[in-house]
């Protein structure tokens, strides 16, 4: 089954503990993105990846970084996490040549806590 | 001003009803166009690709306005199913897959 995969589901954390929000997909799609999606102000990108080792700073790439050493996965790292991450994530992938039809598949989403 | 905007809602509507979401894109740029559904704070799901010549899915039907730059979702025969949050959403020309998101229209469908 084509699927992207995002752990964990849920987290509370505190202020400044590093965490890593995995995501893997499984259709051996060239692009993929972060996002994360706040009230009011809908779903914004974080960091998005062309292909292994290119990664680029989406609208909002500050407090975040990520990583693309295998096509498959694209980890989102928050080195010093702090409250105002606190949010729905959602990760997202699709192969070039089909956006016009099908522009992403996104994960289920994980929701940060960050007291 | 946000590049994509919509009216949050809640459209409050009774089951069998018609209605309709418009929503503006500021970028005259922006190339592709898309209506997504979003149930609960779950992961977004394409509900439809939106095309110049208007397109038709049972009962949703998209329209696009590049003159005005805005684009319609009309529903009709409302189901309870369809109570949902509607994205917007734009691509712009440049090469790769940026979409901009609006920040999504509440529908409550009731009895």
């Known amino acids: 089954e084509a699927q992207v995969t995002q752990n964990p589901r849920y987290l509370i954390t505190v202020t400044g503990k590093k965490l890593t929000v995995t995501c893997s997909q499984n259709?051996?799609?060239?692009?993929m993105s972060w996002y994360r999606q706040d009230p009011g102000l809908g779903l914004r990108q974080i960091y998005y990846s062309m292909n292994v080792e290119v990664t680029d700073k989406g609208d909002v790439p500050e407090g975040y970084k990520v990583s693309r050493k295998e096509k498959r996965n694209f980890p989102l790292i928050l080195e010093s996490p702090s409250p105002n991450q606190t949010s729905l994530y959602f990760c997202?992938?699709?192969?070039?040549?089909?956006?016009?039809?099908?522009?992403?598949?996104f994960g289920d989403g994980t929701r940060l806590s960050i007291l | 001003r946000k590049e994509v905007e919509q009216d949050p809602g809640p459209f409050n509507v009774p089951e069998g009803a018609t209605v309709a979401f418009n929503c503006t894109y500021s970028n005259s740029a922006s190339q592709s166009f898309f209506w997504y559904r979003q149930d609960c704070r779950k992961e977004p799901k394409l509900l439809m690709s939106?095309?110049?010549s208007g397109n038709e899915d049972g009962r949703f039907t998209a329209q696009l306005n590049r003159a005005s730059q805005y684009i319609s979702l009309l529903i009709r025969d409302s189901k309870l199913s369809d109570s949902a949050t509607y994205l917007c959403?734009?691509?712009?020309?440049?090469?790769?897959?940026?979409?901009?998101f609006g920040a999504g229209t509440r529908l409550a469908v009731h009895p």
């Open positions: 259709m051996n799609h060239e692009y």
């Open positions: 959403v734009v691509i712009h020309s440049g090469g790769y897959n940026k979409l901009i």
């Open positions: 997202a992938s699709s192969s070039f040549g089909d956006y016009l039809e099908q522009p992403q598949h």
């Open positions: 939106v095309y110049s």
